[in-house]
């Protein structure tokens, strides 16, 4: 009989309550969700970091290779009409791959519209705005993870704080539960630094872009003044009226965020107040640009939200929390911001100062 309680007690003893085992149930998930989202961490490293960025490198040396070809057949002296065929629809290939280059050939002359220079030039352009846009969409996903890795990091740390809780339950048990959790742990934090490194390349790639995107509008902006000196006084300055009266009516057309600070000033702070941690407000922030896009809201409005970063949340919360009618009519505004401007600007304009006429 002794025997039989003896045998009793220690099955009461090493029972599992079933908080015990929701727990453990608990726990084997979550540890399989998160060596799931380390793993994606280090396939991106391994694949995804610098795909976007190589894809547009690789794009870039095809345009190259073919306008050299286009400039070879060019300078080919007796061209046969198999060549001048030849020649147009590399030409055509060019202009659909490379926006704004719009290469022509003149048959009379027997020359392109643009030299190899300018071509060039063009194309190197082109390939920083794609290595900016590449840059952009790739820190977006990199906080997208790195939010996703927050989650994680505090739905383990409530785990363990359900084991230090826990009363029924063995010393033994609760030390090799939250020893795994540690384990964990530390290995997202190894995957925050990873995301972290990862990030500060890219911006660095992203700011190359921007300041050969710089150039690249300065040394536009140098061509525009040869030819501004060429022309009369009177020419130029009309010039000059025009380009100042079109910067005040477009900043006045399409200048929205300045208008929904002054709308939004009096709820920022209350706004703020609410603002979960760092992480969490990062998660909202992309979340809710995926929310915006999917609702159908201009590109550019969005660009303009991305640039912004996530300083710019309280923005995308207001543009989120509104209605379907009212992003449609903001889509519209915006979008005509730049024409309602050049039509002010023409409706103004004393197009006979210039020295243009409709008169024959």
């Known amino acids: 009989m002794l025997v039989g309680l003896g045998v009793a007690l220690y099955q009461w003893l090493t029972a599992e309550s079933e908080e015990t085992k929701k727990l453990k149930d608990e726990q084997e998930k979550l540890v399989k969700s998160t060596d799931d989202l380390i793993d994606s961490v ?3 490293g391994k694949k995804n970091g610098k795909k976007n960025i190589e894809a547009v490198k690789g794009n870039t040396d095809s345009y190259q290779k073919l306008a050299n070809e286009i400039v070879q057949l060019s300078q080919k002296t007796n061209k046969t009409a198999a060549d001048k ?53 790739s820190l977006l996903e990199i906080e997208q993870k790195r ?20 009363a029924n339950v063995s010393d033994s048990t609760r030390k090799e539960k939250l020893q795994e959790l540690n384990d964990k742990e ?15 390349k890219t911006s660095e790639v992203q700011q190359a872009a921007s300041e050969a995107m710089a150039a690249a509008t ?59 941690k760092n992480q969490e407000a990062m998660s909202t922030w992309a ?22 970063g996530p300083q710019g949340g309280l923005y995308v919360q207001e543009l989120v929390n509104a209605s379907d009618e009212k992003l449609a009519e903001l889509n519209e505004v915006f979008s005509k911001g730049g024409e309602t401007a050049m039509n002010g600007l023409t409706a103004g304009m004393d197009t006979g100062s210039l020295g243009v006429t409709d008169k024959n």
């Open 42 to 44: 280090k396939q991106r």
């Open 85 to 137: 065929k030849n020649l147009k629809k590399k030409i055509d290939a060019l202009n659909d791959s490379v926006t704004g280059l719009n290469l022509a050939y003149d048959k009379n002359t027997d020359s392109l519209s643009h030299n190899s220079e300018e071509i060039k030039a063009r194309i190197a352009a082109m390939e920083a705005e794609s290595t900016w846009e590449a840059s952009q969409k």
């Open 147 to 166: 939010a996703e890795l927050g989650h994680q990091l505090k739905a383990i740390a409530e785990q363990r704080a359900k084991w230090n809780e826990e």
């Open 186 to 200: 530390a290995e997202l934090v190894t995957a925050q630094s990873q995301l972290q490194q990862e990030y500060q």
């Open 218 to 276: 300065e040394n536009g902006a140098n061509r525009q003044i040869v030819s501004y000196e060429n022309m009369s006084k009177a020419q130029q300055k009309a010039i000059d009226d025009m380009r100042t009266k079109y910067n005040e009516l477009l900043d006045t057309a399409t200048n929205m965020f300045d208008q929904i600070q002054m709308k939004s000033a009096i709820s920022v702070d209350e706004m703020i107040a609410n603002l979960q």
């Open 287 to 308: 979340d809710n640009l995926n929310i915006l896009a999917s609702r159908g809201v201009d590109e550019g409005i969005l660009n303009k939200l991305r640039e912004m």
